[in-house]
């Protein structure tokens, strides 16, 4: 198990931090998008992660906002809603593991949680060469608006049962997917999935989603490079 720290530059803010950790043997990564008011150090996306990297699958977590950034967010939260910028800083992310010599190989899944679900889907509807697989968790996928319909890689949405609100507008966003794509309801959990077990099923449903989406594929890093 490999453990790096990553500066990643968005020019002209300055740069956003990420933890990316690599099993031995990984046959996958996963580049993690937080949710709203959330950062890399997410207990619940670093919950998941783990248990991705048990099943040997590469995990990418990194901050969507600069230091500066998430200083002004505290007060206005004017940038938490911001789709485009944070589908921007993903796609950097995206970048920096298909680029890496551990991971550039490897297929690439994105998991967005909240507004990061959004802001993975337009990731991946502009760029569905480079990525294999998608998951939600309790996402506003609805945020995604007219990307939804050009999203190509598989795509999964986890969302509680008695998240009911968010419930209704992933189900609406399901049905402007094109893409093959499933919705999965968590019995009796709300948003944040804090009920004993449920996070634990977020992952088991993650972890085979990726698994299932994930091959290797001859020429794979020189086409997503492209």
Same mark, same amino acid.
């Given at each position: 198990?490999?453990?790096?720290?990553?500066?990643?530059?968005?020019? @002209? $803010?300055?740069?956003?931090?990420?933890?990316?950790?690599?099993?031995?043997?990984?046959?996958?990564?996963?580049?993690?998008?937080?949710?709203?008011? $959330?950062?890399?150090? $997410?207990?619940?996306?670093?919950?998941?992660?783990?248990?991705?990297?048990?099943?040997?699958?590469?995990?990418?977590?990194?901050?969507?906002?600069?230091?500066?950034?998430?200083?002004?967010?505290?007060?206005?939260?004017?940038?938490?809603?911001?789709?485009?910028?944070?589908?921007?800083?993903?796609?950097?992310?995206?970048?920096?593991?298909?680029?890496?010599?551990?991971?550039?190989?490897? @297929?690439?899944?994105?998991?967005?949680?909240?507004?990061?679900?959004?802001?993975?889907?337009?990731?991946?509807?502009?760029? @569905?060469?480079?990525?294999?697989?998608?998951? $939600?968790?309790?996402?506003?996928?609805?945020?995604?608006?007219?990307?939804?319909?050009?999203?190509?890689? @598989?795509?999964?949405?986890?969302?509680?049962?008695?998240?009911?609100?968010?419930?209704?507008?992933?189900?609406?966003?399901?049905?402007?997917?094109?893409?093959?794509?499933?919705?999965?309801?968590?019995?009796?959990?709300?948003?944040?999935?804090?009920?004993?077990?449920?996070?634990?099923?977020?992952?088991?449903?993650?972890?085979?989603?990726?698994?299932?989406?994930?091959?290797?594929?001859?020429?794979?890093?020189?086409?997503?490079?492209?």
């Amino acid at each position: 198990m490999h453990h790096r720290e990553l500066e990643l530059h968005v020019d @002209p $803010s300055g740069t956003i931090r990420g933890d990316l950790v690599v099993p031995d043997g990984a046959r996958g990564v996963v580049v993690f998008a937080h949710g709203s008011g $959330s950062s890399r150090s $997410s207990p619940r996306n670093r919950q998941v992660a783990a248990e991705l990297q048990r099943l040997g699958l590469g995990t990418l977590l990194f901050d969507l906002l600069t230091e500066a950034e998430e200083v002004a967010e505290r007060d206005t939260g004017h940038l938490r809603f911001d789709i485009e910028l944070l589908a921007r800083r993903l796609d950097v992310a995206v970048t920096a593991a298909i680029d890496d010599a551990e991971t550039g190989h490897l @297929p690439v899944g994105l998991f967005g949680a909240s507004t990061g679900a959004a802001a993975a889907l337009v990731a991946a509807a502009r760029r @569905p060469e480079a990525i294999a697989a998608v998951v $939600s968790r309790g996402g506003r996928a609805d945020l995604a608006g007219d990307a939804l319909e050009a999203v190509q890689p @598989p795509t999964l949405l986890i969302v509680g049962e008695r998240d009911r609100q968010v419930l209704e507008l992933n189900e609406r966003a399901a049905a402007r997917l094109r893409c093959e794509h499933a919705l999965v309801v968590v019995a009796d959990a709300t948003h944040l999935f804090e009920e004993p077990g449920a996070l634990e099923e977020v992952a088991h449903l993650a972890g085979e989603w990726f698994t299932a989406h994930f091959s290797p594929r001859v020429g794979a890093h020189d086409a997503r490079r492209r």
